[in-house]
């Protein structure tokens, strides 16, 4: 059984039987008193934690001159529960100032990048890490998120635009964008709660559509000169020009998405994370039953050191300039470039009358907005129609004339 021994008025201890607390046991302090008539007794502590007798004595006093005034903590419970309180309001607050203090460029390498490499594909990531090194970072990397204001976005869209620079309104926009992206997500960690400041920048509009695309004799010239180059690249070129796939497309192709049997090609992972299916016309399916069929898992098209290719190669564009299809257009809109393949085959589609809703999940498109720029070359089939519209209507009223009479 527990023996208590006094400590003075209102203060108990009990005394370890073993642990001694320099040449004395070590004692168990205990407050004892009475609030609104109710019995309260609460632990101090420990004699070896730094309680004696009269700091009991002390801590007592208070409590009861906080019950006299009606002030402050009543029972050591409330005094406790108010200390903690404090602790952890002083805490999120430390917490709250070393966010705060984090700047762009420290969120952008510690947070943004690495959850980036997690789901963006692996140039995009690497376009992003490189707007940032080049440009954002020069202009407010060693700021924290809270100091960066609309004036330095228009600071950067200066630099991006100088004449020393002098880059594109569509780098300018790409730039915005990843900047943008990194706000947003710190704004999601709770490190700013204002919008983006680039909402408040205006930056040069651009029309970066490419209206060129390459006739047939055109095509036909750079497949013979290709053919004589390289396989490879005269393979890749030709799958653009008759399915419309984009370069990073082709160069994702793996043997078990092609089936020449049914002449489908699965487009796996495609821009926007979806996947669609292209159908082979005779040439293409002529092409892969000629070629040297690897595992389901091997790449189509591998680079020379047989992984996944990340570039068309420089032969394509040598092969373009020494066709001259280029010669005396300075627009580099109109320029044939790989490209030009995925636009040549959405173009001859619309020439030969097909709708642009089926151009559009050809080519993979995300919206119809994309797929509008082939709808001028739609005009004569649409004149077509309204004059078949027109045929019926004759035919169907042959011997009706319609007349104005005149009052």
Not at 58 to 84: C, D, I, N, Y
Not at 119 to 147: A, C, M, Q, S
Not at 199 to 213: E, G, W, Y
Not at 312 to 341: M, P, W, Y
Request: aromatic share 8%; proline share 3%; net charge positive.
């Amino acid at each position: 059984m527990t023996q208590w021994h006094k400590g003075g008025q209102g203060i108990r201890y009990r005394e370890h039987p073993t642990r001694k607390h320099g040449v004395k046991p070590d004692k168990y302090f205990v407050l004892r008193y009475r609030i609104d008539g109710k019995r309260h007794e609460e632990a101090l502590g420990w004699a070896s934690e730094g309680w004696t007798a009269q700091k009991a004595i002390v801590e007592l006093s208070k409590l009861k001159q906080s019950h006299k005034l009606a002030e402050g903590p009543r029972t050591l419970k409330e005094k406790r529960e108010k200390a903690r309180a404090q602790y952890d309001t002083e805490v999120q607050k430390k917490i709250r100032e070393e966010q705060e203090s984090i700047t762009f460029a420290q969120y952008f390498e510690q947070v943004y990048y690495p959850i980036a490499k997690t789901h963006k594909k692996e140039h995009t990531y690497d376009k992003e890490e490189l707007h940032v090194r080049l440009w954002i970072n020069p202009v407010v990397g060693n700021k924290p998120f809270r100091e960066i204001k609309p004036f330095d976005l228009e600071r950067l869209k200066k630099k991006l635009l100088d004449d020393k620079n002098k880059k594109s309104p569509r780098t300018v926009q790409y730039v915005f964008a990843t900047f943008r992206q990194v706000w947003n997500m710190a704004r999601r960690d709770g490190l700013v709660i204002e919008e983006s400041p680039t909402k408040k920048v205006k930056i040069p509009k651009f029309d970066n559509k490419r209206q060129r695309f390459m006739t047939r004799d055109e095509e036909q010239a750079l497949l013979t000169k290709l053919m004589t180059k390289s396989l490879q690249v005269h393979h890749i070129a030709l799958l653009s020009l008759r399915t419309g796939m984009r370069a990073s497309e082709i160069f994702n192709l793996k043997w078990g998405h092609i089936d020449t049997d049914n002449g489908r090609i699965l487009i796996m992972d495609a821009k926007g994370d979806k996947s669609r299916v292209a159908f082979m016309t005779d040439d293409i399916k002529a092409m892969f039953n000629e070629m040297n069929r690897q595992g389901p898992d091997a790449y189509v098209f591998p680079s020379a050191k047989g992984v996944k290719a990340k570039d068309v190669s420089d032969t394509f564009a040598r092969t373009v300039n020494e066709l001259k299809l280029n010669e005396g257009i300075s627009d580099s809109r109109q320029h044939v470039c790989f490209h030009t393949c995925r636009h040549t085959f959405a173009s001859r589609l619309a020439e030969s009358g097909v709708d642009l809703y089926t151009i559009k999940t050809l080519l993979g498109h995300s919206t119809i907005t994309l797929t509008e720029r082939y709808s001028h070359l739609s005009e004569g089939t649409l004149q077509n129609a309204v004059r078949t519209l027109e045929q019926s209507i004759k035919q169907a009223q042959p011997d009706k004339v319609i007349r104005m009479d005149k009052k």
